[in-house]
């Protein structure tokens, strides 16, 4: 075992080149972390680079994100990034070939051993961080590089089928949103409040307590921030007072989390497909039953459209890291609202799509669970 900062290269802490008009930017929100990928790099002006835009990195770098380490926020930075500026919330590892092999030291950065070393040591109880040298101070198994080589190799491949479960689901989802453009953009439909569209006032969460005497079931926000509703998300939790049915999931609610330190997760709303009476949803998110005009495959469809995204934006509030939206913003998104036999005919779709959607996540499931057994093999377990 051997400390990481051992075995990686100094990175300059250099920001953009001031005689150049602007650069590509890497932050925290351009990371993906169900992809392991950088995916939505910024352009930026120089004149209007921020402060955290101090590390310049090159392609083969591993970005590992000092906030909120549980949700392992890491990247390796691809060639046409090669130059681009990354933000001082990551942790920039740029292997010393002669001893650690690049792709090696980027499965284990994505490896649970790596992320509970971490989270050991993070400090702050609502924004959770590690400092850079906490990072390089990870001790990391060091065979020959031969060897290190093969294990990369191993994980690559046993990633190839997860890889394309994700794709499936993808094409599953521009499908669904080919069927909705298909069906409504273009039309000329009236717009109300989502307020008009309840069949009863918004309902918040339970707060958990760490120092509560009732122990219960509880959703996670992993529930709705995959796209669709996980009934598999739950865990246990203590609670200063017992819940009662208004807090806890009823199919055919809508669902939208109320909280998240990821600016793109606050607002995101999805159907609750399941009736769950022993199953409580947390503060951090915010329940909604609809009305007869409305149906809820076409709310969770329009609900992820731009013009919904940027009223939830606008609306946001950020404290201690996190972003926020309350029932009043909530309530006062516009919805343009056509006839229910049309939203009718695209649930109809839709759910025929989900039963395919349903097969291919349980089998992605099953591949993660693997994927972490194996990864707990070649690199230990958690310690």
């Known amino acids: 075992m051997t400390p990481l900062g051992t075995l990686v290269q100094p990175v300059s802490k250099a920001g953009p080149d001031p005689d150049s008009p602007a650069f590509i930017y890497i932050d925290l929100s351009s990371v993906n972390s169900e992809l392991k990928q950088v995916v939505a790099p910024s352009n930026v002006a120089v004149a209007d680079a921020p402060s955290r835009a101090r590390q310049r990195v090159r392609a083969g770098d591993i970005l590992v994100s000092t906030v909120r380490p549980n949700l392992n926020g890491v990247a390796v930075v691809p060639e046409h990034l090669g130059d681009a500026i990354a933000s001082t919330g990551f942790s920039v590892l ?18 649970p051993n790596f992320v509970s070393q971490l989270v050991r040591r993070a400090t ?28 990369a190799a191993t994980l690559d491949r046993a990633d190839e089928p997860r890889a394309k479960r994700r794709h499936a689901l993808e094409l599953i989802h521009a499908i669904e949103t080919a069927l909705f453009e298909s069906s409504f953009l273009g039309g000329q439909w009236s717009t109300v409040l989502l307020s008009d569209l309840l069949a009863e006032p918004l309902r918040n969460g339970i707060s958990p307590s760490a120092s509560g005497k009732h122990m219960g079931k509880v959703l996670t926000l992993s529930a709705i921030t995959r796209g669709s509703f996980d009934a598999s998300a739950v865990k246990e939790s203590t609670f200063a007072a017992l819940h ?7 199919a055919g609610d ?10 793109s997760m606050v607002g995101v709303g999805v159907l609750a497909t399941e009736t769950m009476p022993a199953v409580a949803f947390p503060d951090t998110i915010i329940a909604a039953r609809l009305a007869e005009c409305v149906v809820g495959a076409y709310l969770e469809a329009v609900w992820q459209r731009t013009e919904i995204r940027r009223q ?5 509030r950020t404290t201690n890291g996190t972003y926020k939206v309350n029932q009043e913003v909530v309530n006062g998104i516009q919805v343009p609202l056509p006839p229910l036999d049309l939203q009718e005919r695209f649930a109809s779709a839709v759910t025929a799509l989900s039963t395919v959607r349903e097969k291919h996540h349980r089998h992605l499931v099953k591949l993660d669970e693997m994927f972490r057994a194996l990864q707990a093999q070649l690199f230990g377990r958690e310690p």
């Open 312 to 316: 939830i934006e606008s609306g946001a």
């Open 94 to 111: 740029r292997a010393k070939a002669e001893l650690l092999d690049s792709r090696y030291l980027f499965q284990f950065v994505r490896s």
């Open 254 to 263: 809508f669902l939208i989390c109320r909280g998240n330190g990821n600016k």
């Open 124 to 151: 702050g109880a609502s924004y959770p961080a590690v400092s850079e040298g906490i990072v390089r101070e990870v001790e990391i198994p060091l065979p020959p590089l031969p060897e290190q080589r093969r294990i």
């Open 244 to 250: 009662d049915v208004r807090q806890t999931v009823r």
